[in-house]
């Protein structure tokens, strides 16, 4: 086992990898545990946490995020269009679409990135229920560790 790998008690260690699930009911959806089950089952030092999020607390939270232990974030729907504003630069996607669904945190700077409508391209055929948590989690963990 390299020191990659998630420890047994899914403790996180300095190497983890750490990305917030921001949305205002985080706690209650299945995407982090999904990502975690996932990343886990992989043996990949990552772990996704989830952020019950205020409207009125968003752009502070994300503002401090620059100088947070995250690596990034996944943004629920609800805060796509909001966050849009408060990122650093943005992916083409995000120029063009005006939503932002997953922020990387790189050098203290919000780069803001578009990720379910590739997800849903590459894995939409895979799954019969659950499409867009199933495609979502599977490409979010191929973005993540670098495995196509």
Do not use: W
């Not at 899914?10 to 009911?25: H, M, P, R, W």
């Not at 629920?76 to 669904?101: H, K, M, N, P």
């Not at 997800?119 to 495995?147: M, P, R, V, W």
């Amino acid at each position: 086992m390299g020191s990659t790998m998630m420890n047994n008690d899914n403790s996180i260690t300095v190497e983890t990898k750490l990305f917030g699930f921001i949305a205002q009911e985080a706690h209650s959806n299945r995407f982090s545990a999904s990502v975690n089950k996932l990343f886990k089952a992989n043996g990949v030092n990552a772990m996704v946490i989830p952020m019950n999020i205020r409207p009125d607390d968003l752009a502070f939270t994300i503002s401090q995020m620059r100088s947070s232990k995250l690596n990034g974030a996944v943004i629920s729907t609800e805060y796509q269009e909001e966050v849009f504003d408060l990122l650093d630069s943005r992916s083409s996607d995000v120029e063009a679409s005006g939503i932002c669904d997953l922020i990387r945190i790189e050098n203290k700077e919000l780069l803001g990135e578009l990720i379910m409508p590739a997800a849903l391209e590459k894995f939409a055929e895979l799954y019969n229920e659950d499409i867009a948590l199933q495609s979502l989690c599977h490409y979010f963990y191929e973005l993540t560790t670098g495995e196509k």
